[in-house]
Protein backbone atom coordinates (compact mmCIF):
# COMPACT_ATOMS: atom_id res chain seq x y z
CA UNK A 1 0.00 0.00 0.00
CA UNK A 2 1.13 3.30 -1.13
CA UNK A 3 -0.13 6.37 1.37
CA UNK A 4 0.10 9.96 1.33
CA UNK A 5 0.48 11.26 4.71
CA UNK A 6 0.03 15.35 5.46
CA UNK A 7 1.38 16.39 8.82
CA UNK A 8 3.73 13.56 8.69
CA UNK A 9 6.91 15.65 11.06
CA UNK A 10 4.37 16.63 13.31
CA UNK A 11 3.65 14.48 16.87
CA UNK A 12 1.00 12.13 15.56
CA UNK A 13 2.09 12.13 11.83
CA UNK A 14 5.41 11.12 12.58
CA UNK A 15 4.35 7.99 14.89
CA UNK A 16 2.14 6.86 12.16
CA UNK A 17 4.85 7.04 9.00
CA UNK A 18 7.72 5.57 11.38
CA UNK A 19 5.12 2.61 12.28
CA UNK A 20 4.01 2.02 9.17
CA UNK A 21 7.60 1.44 7.43
CA UNK A 22 8.74 0.22 10.22
CA UNK A 23 5.77 -2.95 9.96
CA UNK A 24 5.99 -3.15 6.61
CA UNK A 25 2.15 -2.96 6.31
CA UNK A 26 2.78 0.55 3.89
CA UNK A 27 5.65 -0.11 1.10
CA UNK A 28 5.74 3.89 0.86
CA UNK A 29 4.60 6.41 2.40
CA UNK A 30 5.14 9.98 0.66
CA UNK A 31 4.90 12.40 3.76
CA UNK A 32 3.83 16.12 2.58
CA UNK A 33 4.91 18.70 5.09
CA UNK A 34 4.87 22.13 5.35
CA UNK A 35 7.08 22.32 8.35
CA UNK A 36 5.64 25.03 10.28
CA UNK A 37 6.54 25.31 13.77
CA UNK A 38 5.63 22.33 15.01
CA UNK A 39 7.05 20.27 12.23
CA UNK A 40 9.99 18.52 12.70
CA UNK A 41 12.15 16.61 10.48
CA UNK A 42 13.90 15.38 13.70
CA UNK A 43 10.69 13.17 14.09
CA UNK A 44 10.89 11.08 11.26
CA UNK A 45 14.63 11.01 11.19
CA UNK A 46 14.50 6.98 12.26
CA UNK A 47 12.58 5.98 8.49
CA UNK A 48 14.29 8.84 6.61
CA UNK A 49 16.80 6.54 4.68
CA UNK A 50 13.78 4.41 4.01
CA UNK A 51 13.89 3.10 0.05
CA UNK A 52 9.66 3.47 0.50
CA UNK A 53 10.12 6.94 2.01
CA UNK A 54 9.86 10.54 0.31
CA UNK A 55 9.15 14.07 1.92
CA UNK A 56 7.84 17.08 -0.04
CA UNK A 57 7.57 20.27 1.87
CA UNK A 58 4.53 21.96 1.11
CA UNK A 59 0.95 23.64 2.57
CA UNK A 60 -1.97 22.02 2.09
CA UNK A 61 -3.63 24.97 1.41
CA UNK A 62 -1.57 25.09 -2.15
CA UNK A 63 -3.43 24.00 -4.60
CA UNK A 64 -0.94 23.27 -7.67
CA UNK A 65 1.26 22.10 -5.14
CA UNK A 66 -1.52 19.18 -3.50
CA UNK A 67 -2.37 18.45 -7.06
CA UNK A 68 0.93 18.33 -8.20
CA UNK A 69 2.45 15.70 -5.91
CA UNK A 70 -1.05 13.49 -5.38
CA UNK A 71 -0.96 13.21 -9.58
CA UNK A 72 2.54 12.50 -9.45
CA UNK A 73 2.80 10.12 -6.84
CA UNK A 74 -0.73 8.45 -7.24
CA UNK A 75 -1.28 6.77 -3.49
CA UNK A 76 -4.00 4.66 -2.24
CA UNK A 77 -4.81 6.76 0.25
CA UNK A 78 -4.67 9.88 1.66
CA UNK A 79 -3.94 9.73 5.73
CA UNK A 80 -4.54 13.93 6.46
CA UNK A 81 -3.08 15.17 10.33
CA UNK A 82 -2.17 18.14 8.86
CA UNK A 83 -3.06 20.76 10.74
CA UNK A 84 -2.47 24.05 13.40
CA UNK A 85 -3.18 21.72 16.72
CA UNK A 86 -3.07 23.99 19.80
CA UNK A 87 -5.88 25.43 21.46
CA UNK A 88 -4.21 28.12 23.00
CA UNK A 89 -2.55 29.00 19.57
CA UNK A 90 -5.75 29.08 18.06
CA UNK A 91 -7.28 31.88 20.62
CA UNK A 92 -4.27 34.10 20.38
CA UNK A 93 -4.36 33.61 16.65
CA UNK A 94 -7.28 32.20 14.45
CA UNK A 95 -6.34 32.64 11.48
CA UNK A 96 -3.29 30.54 10.03
CA UNK A 97 -5.83 27.90 12.39
CA UNK A 98 -9.39 28.25 9.92
CA UNK A 99 -6.92 28.57 7.18
CA UNK A 100 -4.86 25.16 7.00
CA UNK A 101 -7.87 23.33 8.86
CA UNK A 102 -10.29 24.37 7.01
CA UNK A 103 -9.22 25.54 4.05
CA UNK A 104 -6.48 23.38 3.53
CA UNK A 105 -8.98 20.55 4.35
CA UNK A 106 -10.63 21.67 1.04
CA UNK A 107 -7.74 21.64 -1.10
CA UNK A 108 -6.97 18.30 -0.18
CA UNK A 109 -9.92 16.89 -0.95
CA UNK A 110 -10.86 18.54 -3.96
CA UNK A 111 -7.46 17.33 -5.19
CA UNK A 112 -8.26 13.78 -3.88
CA UNK A 113 -11.49 13.83 -5.52
CA UNK A 114 -10.19 15.19 -9.00
CA UNK A 115 -7.77 12.33 -9.11
CA UNK A 116 -10.06 9.84 -7.79
CA UNK A 117 -8.10 8.92 -5.02
CA UNK A 118 -9.57 5.32 -3.84
CA UNK A 119 -9.44 6.37 0.19
CA UNK A 120 -9.44 9.11 2.39
CA UNK A 121 -8.99 9.23 6.19
CA UNK A 122 -9.72 12.51 7.93
CA UNK A 123 -7.65 12.70 11.51
CA UNK A 124 -10.00 14.71 13.73
CA UNK A 125 -10.91 14.87 17.49
CA UNK A 126 -13.19 14.72 20.22
CA UNK A 127 -12.99 18.50 20.46
CA UNK A 128 -15.88 18.94 17.80
CA UNK A 129 -18.13 17.50 20.21
CA UNK A 130 -17.38 20.30 23.24
CA UNK A 131 -18.01 20.19 26.86
CA UNK A 132 -19.78 17.03 27.81
CA UNK A 133 -21.88 16.81 31.04
CA UNK A 134 -21.19 13.54 33.54
CA UNK A 135 -22.70 11.34 33.48
CA UNK A 136 -22.40 11.19 29.72
CA UNK A 137 -19.59 10.08 27.03
CA UNK A 138 -20.31 11.25 23.26
CA UNK A 139 -20.72 8.41 20.43
CA UNK A 140 -20.22 9.33 16.79
CA UNK A 141 -23.73 11.11 16.51
CA UNK A 142 -23.32 12.94 19.72
CA UNK A 143 -24.48 17.28 18.57
CA UNK A 144 -21.28 18.99 17.48
CA UNK A 145 -20.80 21.94 20.16
CA UNK A 146 -17.09 23.23 19.36
CA UNK A 147 -15.84 26.26 21.77
CA UNK A 148 -12.61 27.62 20.31
CA UNK A 149 -11.75 28.30 16.97
CA UNK A 150 -9.43 25.50 16.58
CA UNK A 151 -12.43 23.40 17.55
CA UNK A 152 -14.60 24.80 14.99
CA UNK A 153 -12.07 24.65 12.12
CA UNK A 154 -12.06 21.00 13.01
CA UNK A 155 -15.94 20.51 13.47
CA UNK A 156 -16.02 22.23 9.78
CA UNK A 157 -13.41 19.82 8.05
CA UNK A 158 -14.98 16.94 9.74
CA UNK A 159 -18.61 18.15 7.88
CA UNK A 160 -16.63 18.86 4.70
CA UNK A 161 -15.26 15.47 4.40
CA UNK A 162 -18.29 13.69 4.88
CA UNK A 163 -20.18 16.13 2.20
CA UNK A 164 -17.38 14.79 0.35
CA UNK A 165 -18.72 11.10 0.31
CA UNK A 166 -22.39 12.12 0.19
CA UNK A 167 -22.00 14.43 -2.40
CA UNK A 168 -19.67 12.27 -4.17
CA UNK A 169 -19.06 9.28 -3.43
CA UNK A 170 -15.70 9.83 -1.71
CA UNK A 171 -14.40 6.69 0.26
CA UNK A 172 -14.17 9.00 3.71
CA UNK A 173 -13.96 8.39 6.70
CA UNK A 174 -13.14 10.24 9.59
CA UNK A 175 -11.56 9.57 13.63
CA UNK A 176 -12.13 11.61 16.44
CA UNK A 177 -9.77 10.78 18.58
CA UNK A 178 -8.67 11.96 22.76
CA UNK A 179 -5.81 14.07 24.30
CA UNK A 180 -3.10 12.12 22.86
CA UNK A 181 0.76 11.83 24.41
CA UNK A 182 3.79 9.95 24.10
CA UNK A 183 7.36 10.60 23.20
CA UNK A 184 7.60 13.56 20.39
CA UNK A 185 4.96 15.74 21.67
CA UNK A 186 5.90 19.37 20.84
CA UNK A 187 6.34 21.06 24.61
CA UNK A 188 3.50 23.49 24.10
CA UNK A 189 1.00 20.85 25.34
CA UNK A 190 0.39 19.77 28.52
CA UNK A 191 1.76 16.53 29.13
CA UNK A 192 4.69 17.51 27.68
CA UNK A 193 4.88 20.82 28.85
CA UNK A 194 4.51 19.49 31.97
CA UNK A 195 7.36 17.13 31.59
CA UNK A 196 10.02 19.57 30.50
CA UNK A 197 9.19 22.53 32.89
CA UNK A 198 9.59 20.02 35.42
CA UNK A 199 13.11 18.81 34.56
CA UNK A 200 14.26 22.44 34.35
CA UNK A 201 12.31 23.17 38.09
CA UNK A 202 10.13 25.80 36.15
CA UNK A 203 6.75 26.24 37.18
CA UNK A 204 3.99 24.04 36.16
CA UNK A 205 1.05 26.86 34.91
CA UNK A 206 -2.07 24.97 35.46
CA UNK A 207 -4.67 26.95 33.91
CA UNK A 208 -7.86 27.45 36.89
CA UNK A 209 -8.80 25.36 38.92
CA UNK A 210 -6.77 22.14 37.34
CA UNK A 211 -10.48 19.99 37.71
CA UNK A 212 -11.04 19.97 33.72
CA UNK A 213 -11.08 16.20 32.67
CA UNK A 214 -9.29 15.21 29.66
CA UNK A 215 -9.22 10.96 28.24
CA UNK A 216 -5.64 10.36 27.90
CA UNK A 217 -5.05 8.01 24.81
CA UNK A 218 -1.05 6.37 24.06
CA UNK A 219 -0.21 7.99 20.54
CA UNK A 220 0.69 4.57 19.42
CA UNK A 221 -2.84 3.55 20.27
CA UNK A 222 -4.24 5.95 18.09
CA UNK A 223 -1.96 5.51 15.39
CA UNK A 224 -3.37 1.63 15.15
CA UNK A 225 -6.66 2.82 15.71
CA UNK A 226 -6.16 5.34 12.30
CA UNK A 227 -4.48 1.91 10.56
CA UNK A 228 -7.69 0.41 11.65
CA UNK A 229 -9.93 2.68 9.94
CA UNK A 230 -8.06 2.85 7.17
CA UNK A 231 -8.35 -0.99 6.59
CA UNK A 232 -11.71 -1.86 8.25
CA UNK A 233 -13.93 1.36 8.62
CA UNK A 234 -16.72 2.03 6.30
CA UNK A 235 -16.81 4.91 3.74
CA UNK A 236 -18.65 7.78 5.12
CA UNK A 237 -18.72 7.45 8.78
CA UNK A 238 -17.05 8.42 11.67
CA UNK A 239 -14.99 6.92 14.35
CA UNK A 240 -14.30 7.87 17.98
CA UNK A 241 -11.08 6.49 19.60
CA UNK A 242 -10.63 6.95 23.43
CA UNK A 243 -8.31 6.00 25.42
CA UNK A 244 -10.25 5.22 28.56
CA UNK A 245 -8.18 6.98 30.74
CA UNK A 246 -10.38 10.11 32.19
CA UNK A 247 -8.06 12.10 34.24
CA UNK A 248 -8.30 16.17 35.94
CA UNK A 249 -5.48 18.31 35.03
CA UNK A 250 -4.46 18.55 38.22
CA UNK A 251 -4.00 14.58 38.83
CA UNK A 252 -1.70 14.64 35.60
CA UNK A 253 0.02 17.02 36.78
CA UNK A 254 1.15 15.39 40.28
CA UNK A 255 1.79 12.15 38.63
CA UNK A 256 4.26 13.76 36.42
CA UNK A 257 5.90 15.44 39.28
CA UNK A 258 6.43 11.71 40.95
CA UNK A 259 7.35 10.25 37.96
CA UNK A 260 10.25 12.98 37.46
CA UNK A 261 10.73 13.23 41.61
CA UNK A 262 10.07 17.11 41.23
CA UNK A 263 8.37 18.76 44.38
CA UNK A 264 4.61 20.14 44.31
CA UNK A 265 5.48 23.25 45.05
CA UNK A 266 6.64 23.31 41.36
CA UNK A 267 2.09 23.73 40.69
CA UNK A 268 1.67 27.24 39.87
CA UNK A 269 -2.31 28.23 39.33
CA UNK A 270 -2.70 30.53 36.47
CA UNK A 271 -6.14 32.11 34.68
CA UNK A 272 -8.12 30.13 33.00
CA UNK A 273 -8.07 29.27 29.27
CA UNK A 274 -11.50 31.35 27.63
CA UNK A 275 -13.92 28.98 26.51
CA UNK A 276 -11.93 26.35 28.13
CA UNK A 277 -13.87 22.87 27.97
CA UNK A 278 -14.59 21.15 30.97
CA UNK A 279 -14.72 17.72 30.30
CA UNK A 280 -14.22 15.39 27.34
CA UNK A 281 -15.19 12.11 27.36
CA UNK A 282 -15.98 9.55 24.39
CA UNK A 283 -17.44 5.79 24.03
CA UNK A 284 -14.79 4.09 21.51
CA UNK A 285 -17.58 0.97 21.04
CA UNK A 286 -18.42 1.65 17.70
CA UNK A 287 -14.31 1.28 16.45
CA UNK A 288 -13.78 -1.78 18.67
CA UNK A 289 -16.99 -3.61 17.38
CA UNK A 290 -16.65 -3.05 13.73
CA UNK A 291 -12.48 -3.25 13.81
CA UNK A 292 -11.04 -4.94 17.25
CA UNK A 293 -9.37 -1.99 18.31
CA UNK A 294 -8.79 -1.18 22.26
CA UNK A 295 -6.05 0.47 23.65
CA UNK A 296 -3.31 -0.86 24.63
CA UNK A 297 -1.60 1.40 26.77
CA UNK A 298 -1.67 1.45 30.25
CA UNK A 299 -1.65 5.42 31.42
CA UNK A 300 1.16 4.92 34.17
CA UNK A 301 3.19 3.07 31.79
CA UNK A 302 2.67 5.02 28.53
CA UNK A 303 3.50 8.60 31.15
CA UNK A 304 6.72 6.05 32.75
CA UNK A 305 8.13 6.30 29.30
CA UNK A 306 7.06 9.16 28.29
CA UNK A 307 9.02 11.16 31.12
CA UNK A 308 12.25 8.72 30.23
CA UNK A 309 11.68 9.70 26.63
CA UNK A 310 11.66 13.41 27.77
CA UNK A 311 14.98 12.56 30.38
CA UNK A 312 16.91 10.78 27.34
CA UNK A 313 16.04 13.71 24.65
CA UNK A 314 17.28 16.69 25.89
CA UNK A 315 19.09 17.87 22.76
CA UNK A 316 15.47 17.31 21.15
CA UNK A 317 13.55 20.12 23.67
CA UNK A 318 16.33 21.90 23.83
CA UNK A 319 16.15 23.02 20.33
CA UNK A 320 12.34 23.44 20.17
CA UNK A 321 12.50 25.77 22.96
CA UNK A 322 15.34 27.99 21.56
CA UNK A 323 12.74 28.58 18.60
CA UNK A 324 9.65 30.38 17.65
CA UNK A 325 8.38 28.55 21.12
CA UNK A 326 9.67 30.20 23.62
CA UNK A 327 8.25 33.51 22.31
CA UNK A 328 4.08 32.22 22.35
CA UNK A 329 5.39 30.17 25.49
CA UNK A 330 6.13 34.02 27.29
CA UNK A 331 3.49 35.57 25.63
CA UNK A 332 1.04 33.21 26.68
CA UNK A 333 2.24 32.34 30.80
CA UNK A 334 3.04 36.23 31.16
CA UNK A 335 -0.88 36.71 30.27
CA UNK A 336 -2.37 34.23 32.55
CA UNK A 337 0.10 35.10 35.68
CA UNK A 338 -0.25 38.86 35.41
P1 LIG B 1 1.25 18.76 15.41
O1 LIG B 1 0.97 20.20 15.64
O2 LIG B 1 2.27 18.07 16.25
O3 LIG B 1 1.69 18.55 13.89
C1 LIG B 1 1.03 19.14 12.82
C2 LIG B 1 1.85 18.91 11.56
O4 LIG B 1 1.13 19.48 10.45
C3 LIG B 1 3.22 19.58 11.59
O5 LIG B 1 4.21 18.71 11.10
C4 LIG B 1 3.04 20.79 10.69
O6 LIG B 1 4.25 21.20 10.04
C5 LIG B 1 2.03 20.27 9.68
N1 LIG B 1 1.25 21.36 9.06
C6 LIG B 1 0.60 22.37 9.69
N2 LIG B 1 0.03 23.19 8.79
C7 LIG B 1 0.30 22.66 7.58
C8 LIG B 1 -0.04 23.04 6.24
N3 LIG B 1 -0.77 24.15 6.00
N4 LIG B 1 0.38 22.27 5.22
C9 LIG B 1 1.12 21.16 5.46
N5 LIG B 1 1.50 20.77 6.68
C10 LIG B 1 1.08 21.50 7.74
O7 LIG B 1 -0.16 18.05 15.50
P2 LIG B 1 -0.56 16.63 16.14
O8 LIG B 1 -0.76 16.80 17.59
O9 LIG B 1 0.36 15.59 15.64
O10 LIG B 1 -2.01 16.45 15.48
C11 LIG B 1 -2.15 15.82 14.21
C12 LIG B 1 -3.62 15.75 13.86
O11 LIG B 1 -4.32 15.01 14.84
C13 LIG B 1 -4.31 17.10 13.79
O12 LIG B 1 -5.21 17.09 12.70
C14 LIG B 1 -5.06 17.22 15.10
O13 LIG B 1 -6.21 18.02 14.96
C15 LIG B 1 -5.42 15.77 15.34
N6 LIG B 1 -5.57 15.38 16.75
C16 LIG B 1 -4.59 15.68 17.66
C17 LIG B 1 -4.74 15.25 18.97
C18 LIG B 1 -3.68 15.52 20.02
O14 LIG B 1 -3.91 15.24 21.19
N7 LIG B 1 -2.52 16.05 19.67
C19 LIG B 1 -5.89 14.52 19.36
C20 LIG B 1 -6.87 14.26 18.40
C21 LIG B 1 -6.69 14.68 17.09
O1 LIG C 1 -8.88 16.38 22.84
C1 LIG C 1 -8.06 16.29 21.72
C2 LIG C 1 -7.25 17.56 21.60
O2 LIG C 1 -6.28 17.51 22.62
C3 LIG C 1 -6.59 17.75 20.24
O3 LIG C 1 -7.56 17.88 19.25
C4 LIG C 1 -5.67 18.96 20.23
O4 LIG C 1 -4.96 19.04 19.00
C5 LIG C 1 -4.69 18.84 21.37
O5 LIG C 1 -3.90 20.02 21.45
C6 LIG C 1 -5.41 18.61 22.68
O6 LIG C 1 -6.17 19.79 23.06
P1 LIG C 1 -6.25 20.27 24.59
O7 LIG C 1 -6.57 21.71 24.64
O8 LIG C 1 -7.10 19.35 25.38
O9 LIG C 1 -4.73 19.98 25.00
P2 LIG C 1 -3.66 20.81 25.85
O10 LIG C 1 -2.49 19.90 26.04
O11 LIG C 1 -3.40 22.16 25.30
O12 LIG C 1 -4.41 20.98 27.24
C7 LIG C 1 -4.86 19.87 27.97
C8 LIG C 1 -5.53 20.38 29.23
O13 LIG C 1 -4.54 20.97 30.07
C9 LIG C 1 -6.55 21.47 28.96
O14 LIG C 1 -7.63 21.32 29.88
C10 LIG C 1 -5.80 22.76 29.25
C11 LIG C 1 -4.83 22.36 30.34
N1 LIG C 1 -3.54 23.06 30.36
C12 LIG C 1 -2.83 23.11 29.21
C13 LIG C 1 -1.62 23.75 29.16
C14 LIG C 1 -0.82 23.82 27.87
C15 LIG C 1 -3.05 23.61 31.53
O15 LIG C 1 -3.71 23.54 32.59
N2 LIG C 1 -1.86 24.25 31.48
C16 LIG C 1 -1.11 24.36 30.35
O16 LIG C 1 -0.01 24.98 30.37
Not at 80 to 91: T, Y
Not at 160 to 186: D, E, I, W
Not at 233 to 241: D, E, F, L, S
Request: proline residues 5%.
Amino acid sequence: MKLFVTGGAGFIGSCFVRTALAEGWAKQVVNFDKLTYAGNLENVAPIAGHAGYRFIQADICDAQAVEKALREEAPDAVVHFAAESHVDRSIHSPAPVIQTNFNGTFTLLEAARRLNIARFVHVSTDEVYGSIEEPHDADENYPLRASSPYSASKAGSDLLALSYHTTYKMNVCVTRASNNYGPYQFPEKLIPLMISNALEDKPLPVYGDGQQVRDWLYVEDHCRAIRAVLQKGRAGNVYNVGGNCSLPNLEVVQRILKATGKPTSLITRVTDRPGHDRRYALTNSKLTGETGWAPQMDFTRGLQATVDWYVQHKAWVEHIKSGEYRRFYELNYSQRVS
